[in-house]
């Protein structure tokens, strides 16, 4: 079956919201193709092979599946993207931006702690990507703004046996281990920005992962601290039946479906 064929493409279906959108008029320059949301039935059937990797973890995509999340609930948000799907595994922290606050320890010489007027000092960067979900959606050309992880970790810096950073969500509950060649891709970024506006909080707001080379469980939403240990650690999704290590560019050979959709959606 070939690529077209394979996806059904909900075309416009996540946009920013219109008054964010240059007009039509003179000097407002090209227009920015409205990203969109895409299913991928071959990311169902991925779905459905990850879930045979763990009893417990089947039953969790089951009940994210009828609606429900673990603990903060799943759905759609507008989130000022457009009907963003928001998949959640603890509760939305209400904290503003400028109390929020990172930590970087574990295997480093010089732990850090950087509160908003720190953050706001940090290089910047931009980049659009797009996003993909193991259950089968991925939504094209999101536009993130933030801060590479690499640059705290030369702030830093690295003990020798360092080989890992576990990302740890406010609460505790949502973790996810990555290696440090991840962590230090060139795309991969803590963002606080979504669409040019601050990262709404069901989106993970203030401050989260984007790692576009993997599947969106690792990105982990609500970011405080970043841990930086000789192993990984299987984290919530992890120790549920899913992969360590999930690119997105082999999920579908990973559990023996291939073909040319493989490489599309999470």
């Known amino acids: 079956m070939d690529e077209k064929s394979d996806k059904t493409e909900m075309q416009g279906a996540a946009h920013p919201p219109a008054d964010s959108r240059p007009s039509a008029g003179a000097g407002a320059g090209p227009q920015v193709p409205p990203p969109r949301v895409r299913y991928s039935r071959k990311r169902f059937l991925v779905l459905v092979g990850a879930l045979v990797a763990g009893f417990a973890g089947a039953l969790e995509a089951l009940r994210r599946l009828a609606g429900g999340g673990t603990?903060?609930?799943?759905?759609?948000?507008?989130?000022?993207?457009?009907?963003?799907?928001?998949?959640?595994?603890?509760?939305?922290?209400?904290?503003?931006?400028?109390?929020?606050?990172?930590?970087?320890?574990?295997?480093?010489?010089?732990?850090?702690?950087?509160?908003?007027?720190?953050?706001?000092?940090?290089?910047?960067?931009?980049?659009?990507?797009?996003?993909?979900?193991?259950?089968?959606?991925?939504?094209?050309d999101v536009p993130w703004g933030g801060v590479a992880p690499a640059v705290l970790l030369e702030q830093a810096g690295l003990e020798p046996e360092a080989n890992y950073v576990v990302f740890h969500a406010r609460s505790g509950v949502y973790t996810s281990s990555l290696p440090l060649e991840l962590v230090t891709h060139?795309?991969?970024?803590?963002?606080?920005?979504?669409?040019?506006?601050?990262?709404?909080?069901?989106?993970?707001?203030?401050?989260?992962?984007?790692?576009?080379?993997?599947?969106?469980?690792?990105?982990?939403?609500?970011?405080?601290?970043?841990?930086?240990?000789?192993?990984?650690?299987?984290?919530?999704?992890?120790?549920?039946?899913?992969?360590?290590?999930?690119?997105?560019?082999?999920?579908?050979?990973?559990?023996?479906?291939?073909?040319?959709?493989?490489?599309?959606?999470?």
């Open 186 to 266: 060139p795309r991969t970024m803590l963002a606080d920005t979504l669409a040019g506006e601050p990262l709404p909080p069901d989106h993970g707001g203030p401050l989260r992962l984007v790692v576009p080379v993997q599947l969106g469980y690792k990105n982990v939403k609500w970011v405080t601290r970043l841990e930086v240990t000789a192993a990984a650690r299987p984290g919530y999704w992890e120790s549920r039946g899913y992969p360590e290590n999930a690119p997105v560019t082999d999920a579908g050979s990973r559990f023996g479906l291939g073909g040319a959709g493989a490489s599309r959606g999470g």
């Open 71 to 140: 603990i903060g609930g799943s759905g759609a948000s507008d989130g000022g993207f457009g009907p963003f799907p928001v998949r959640s595994v603890e509760d939305v922290p209400d904290v503003p931006a400028e109390q929020w606050v990172l930590a970087v320890d574990g295997l480093v010489r010089q732990p850090l702690r950087i509160d908003a007027a720190a953050w706001r000092a940090l290089p910047r960067r931009a980049e659009t990507v797009d996003f993909h979900c193991v259950e089968g959606w991925s939504v094209d």
